[in-house]
């Protein structure tokens, strides 16, 4: 099977024939067209957005509003001024927790979030948790590594305020049931918040029809540059929500002792916006519906398919979480007596590019009994010389611990 | 099985060299793994960015390192690198300490000289850990450790 698409449309995989890049849940690789669509900006409607004086600053507010506009049809979002850029993932999620969860959490009461999130989606619920004198309930994976429903089913209480989750796990790959989640929780008048950075790049994904109150994810993991990330929410919450940061663009109007706030997707987004990363965006989403993410999964999934086979065949290689046909993008291992950056370090010497570590996921590692595991994952750039490469490295880094080659 | 087929490409020569017999010697059957009954000093020291863990207790006598022992969870390197100090240490005077602690840095940030010296002992085994910027962390987070168990027992 060959790359879906050319190694060339990438200009640091081309400039680097020799690189097995197994990292793109970390971050992806940048295709040509995201890089030329920033350099355009800057080169032909660069200005602050929103000043409007002069026709050039017209220009750049007009291209960030059409990159809003192009990256929630892309997400399923009908209502674009619901959609706030942010900076990625970790900002949206905390954006969340200091405004709707001050507002709304108090003391006694109960936040749900799983065992299986990224510190992103758990660290900032915790230290609510903390600063409000509520309680952080962990709602526990079953055997293969999915949400247990219901475990879940049973934490939502009167006191439930929200439940945050993962739509794809960073660690296992799995791919949770996000409308199920979002049914039982509204059923239980509870808010949910669904941390969508692994999902958005790998699957078809609609906001709008999941049913959550939140989703948040990262440009940087779909081809866009770093920096910029989104948060979709619900109209009706957020126009309800205090602001977050304070400052230029957010105001409606300053008094001496106090102020308003301007209309959404302003009034969460204070400072000049990130509008080259918004447009850089925008060309990533272009190009990902250029290839279909119906073909995107169809690629991973057979990618995911051979290294399982792969892998598996290989003496003392265990791979954590479910089969190659539940997973999305990633597949963690472990390799043993072999500890994962002695791997990672091997395999870089053969310039194969894995994660190793807690993958910003330790209560899942403590749950897995692992302190830390190897992670390759794959993206639209991948294909079977990548995985033969992999395991071509295990194999090596098995033969310099002694163990003899199989 | 043969131990290598004619197929494979053979391993890095510089990593066969980090990763030779002595250091998976030291990882497998690490030197004074376990807990002292009467520690004067225990220390537990995390790698933030790859969650690997060394809890180092140490026992003094007068102003000497009388005992070492270490326990946690980690790579061939920062387990290799534990168990070769630990052993180096015994019965060493703090000022001793603080120069082998001195040496062992300059050695994994590169200084060729002091990967030369033979007071590190079996420790200059680690000194390709200095090629490789994202394993230096690794090789000294038991010196971390034992900086902070020296710093509150003075």
């Known amino acids: 099977?060959?790359?879906?698409?050319?190694?060339?449309?990438?200009?640091?995989?081309?400039?680097?024939?020799?690189?097995?890049?197994?990292?793109?849940?970390?971050?992806?690789?940048?295709?040509?067209?995201?890089?030329?669509?920033?350099?355009?900006?800057?080169?032909?409607?660069?200005?602050?957005?929103?000043?409007?004086?002069?026709?050039?600053?017209?220009?750049?507010?007009?291209?960030?509003?059409?990159?809003?506009?192009?990256?929630?049809?892309?997400?399923?979002?009908?209502?674009?001024?619901?959609?706030?850029?942010?900076?990625?993932?970790?900002?949206?999620?905390?954006?969340?927790?200091?405004?709707?969860?001050?507002?709304?959490?108090?003391?006694?009461?109960?936040?749900?979030?799983?065992?299986?999130?990224?510190?992103?989606?758990?660290?900032?619920?915790?230290?609510?948790?903390?600063?409000?004198?509520?309680?952080?309930?962990?709602?526990?994976?079953?055997?293969?590594?999915?949400?247990?429903?219901?475990?879940?089913?049973?934490?939502?209480?009167?006191?439930?305020?929200?439940?945050?989750?993962?739509?794809?796990?960073?660690?296992?790959?799995?791919?949770?049931?996000?409308?199920?989640?979002?049914?039982?929780?509204?059923?239980?008048?509870?808010?949910?918040?669904?941390?969508?950075?692994?999902?958005?790049?790998?699957?078809?994904?609609?906001?709008?029809?999941?049913?959550?109150?939140?989703?948040?994810?990262?440009?940087?993991?779909?081809?866009?540059?770093?920096?910029?990330?989104?948060?979709?929410?619900?109209?009706?919450?957020?126009?309800?929500?205090?602001?977050?940061?304070?400052?230029?663009?957010?105001?409606?109007?300053?008094?001496?002792?106090?102020?308003?706030?301007?209309?959404?997707?302003?009034?969460?987004?204070?400072?000049?916006?990130?509008?080259?990363?918004?447009?850089?965006?925008?060309?990533?989403?272009?190009?990902?519906?250029g290839i279909g993410m119906s073909a995107v999964r169809a690629h991973e999934r057979a990618l995911l398919r051979a290294a399982h086979a792969r892998l598996s065949a290989i003496d003392g290689v265990r791979i954590h979480g479910p089969g190659a046909e539940e997973r999305s993008g990633v597949l963690s291992f472990g390799v043993s007596d072999i500890h994962p950056h002695d791997l990672a370090t091997i395999l870089d010497s053969r310039h194969v590019c894995i994660r190793a570590g807690h993958h910003c996921a330790q209560p899942l590692m403590r749950r897995l009994g692992e302190p830390a595991t190897a992670r390759a994952s794959f993206y639209v750039y991948n294909d079977h010389s990548d995985i033969d490469a992999l395991a071509e490295g295990i194999a090596t880094a098995r033969e310099l611990f002694g163990h003899a080659r199989v | 099985m043969p131990a290598s087929d004619a197929t494979s490409p053979s391993p890095d020569p510089r990593l066969q060299a980090l990763y030779q017999e002595l250091i998976l010697d030291h990882y497998r059957r690490p030197r004074n793994h376990g807990a002292l009954e009467h520690p004067d000093a225990e220390v537990e020291q995390r790698n933030p960015s790859c969650g690997d863990i060394i809890r180092l207790q140490v026992a003094f006598e007068g102003d000497a390192v009388r005992a070492l022992r270490f326990a946690g969870q980690g790579c061939a390197i920062s387990q290799a690198s534990a168990s070769m100090m630990t052993q180096l240490l015994q019965g060493k005077s703090s000022e001793e300490v603080e120069q082998l602690a001195r040496r062992f840095t300059a050695m994994v940030h590169g200084d060729a000289e002091a990967s030369r010296d033979a007071a590190l002992g079996d420790l200059r085994a680690l000194a390709g850990v200095s090629r490789l910027p994202s394993r230096h962390g690794c090789a000294l987070l038991p010196w971390k450790a034992l900086a902070a168990a020296l710093a509150r027992h003075a």
Not at chain 1, 193 to 210: K, M, N, R, W
Not at chain 1, 239 to 251: L, N, R, S
């Open chain 1, 1 to 289: 099977m060959t790359t879906l698409v050319d190694r060339s449309a990438f200009p640091l995989l081309a400039a680097h024939p020799e690189l097995v890049y197994l990292d793109s849940a970390a971050t992806a690789q940048k295709p040509r067209v995201v890089l030329d669509a920033i350099h355009e900006f800057y080169g032909n409607d660069y200005a602050n957005p929103h000043r409007g004086a002069y026709a050039l600053s017209v220009r750049a507010t007009d291209r960030y509003h059409e990159a809003r506009a192009r990256v929630a049809r892309f997400l399923g979002v009908a209502d674009a001024d619901t959609l706030i850029f942010t900076r990625g993932t970790t900002e949206s999620i905390n954006l969340v927790t200091q405004t709707w969860g001050r507002a709304h959490v108090g003391v006694g009461d109960e936040i749900v979030v799983t065992a299986a999130e990224h510190h992103a989606n758990f660290v900032p619920w915790q230290q609510l948790a903390l600063e409000r004198g509520a309680r952080l309930r962990v709602c526990e994976l079953t055997a293969d590594g999915q949400i247990d429903l219901e475990h879940l089913q049973s934490l939502l209480g009167a006191r439930t305020r929200v439940v945050a989750f993962h739509h794809v796990s960073n660690v296992l790959g799995t791919v949770s049931p996000v409308r199920e989640i979002a049914d039982m929780a509204r059923a239980a008048g509870v808010v949910t918040v669904c941390d969508g950075a692994q999902a958005v790049p790998h699957l078809a994904v609609s906001v709008d029809e999941l049913g959550v109150d939140f989703y948040a994810a990262s440009g940087h993991k779909m081809c866009g540059p770093m920096g910029i990330g989104m948060l979709a929410g619900r109209r009706e919450i957020l126009e309800a929500m205090p602001p977050w940061m304070t400052g230029g663009d957010m105001i409606e109007f300053v008094h001496d002792d106090r102020s308003t706030w301007n209309v959404l997707p302003h009034k969460l987004e204070a400072g000049t916006p990130n509008v080259a990363g918004a447009v850089g965006l925008a060309a990533a989403v272009e190009f990902l519906e």
